[in-house]
């Protein structure tokens, strides 16, 4: 038996973060962003320091950032970059992860 599945939803700037990406890096990134569907909560997922309940998940050199709402199961991409920049430009999304 398998869990809830959760709705994805990618906030419009980090859609415009995602088209921005090489094909390769988006593709893989977008494949990561569906598993999240089955499991909000992978291993390696991070709850991040400082936020109001960010997470994000490494995919090779980028990271997604998001919200799980598991009351309405609805998971929210909030940013999607470069392991140097995303935290930087998610403005206030997300310090650093947990350790």
């Given at each position: 038996m398998t869990g809830p599945t959760y709705r994805?939803?990618?906030?419009?700037?980090?859609a415009r973060?995602?088209?921005?990406l090489d094909h390769p890096a988006r593709r893989r990134i977008q494949?990561?962003?569906?598993?999240?569907?089955s499991d909000p909560r992978p291993p390696g997922a991070k709850k991040l320091v400082g936020g109001e309940g960010e997470w994000r998940v490494r995919t090779g050199d980028y990271r997604i950032v998001y919200e799980?709402?598991?009351h309405v199961l609805r998971?929210?991409?909030?940013?999607?970059?470069?392991r140097r920049?995303?935290?930087r430009r998610s403005s206030g999304v997300a310090r650093k992860a947990r350790t």
């Open positions: 994805i939803e990618v906030a419009l700037t980090a973060q995602l088209r921005k494949a990561a962003v569906e598993l999240l569907a799980i709402h598991d998971v929210l991409v909030l940013a999607v970059g470069h920049n995303v935290y």
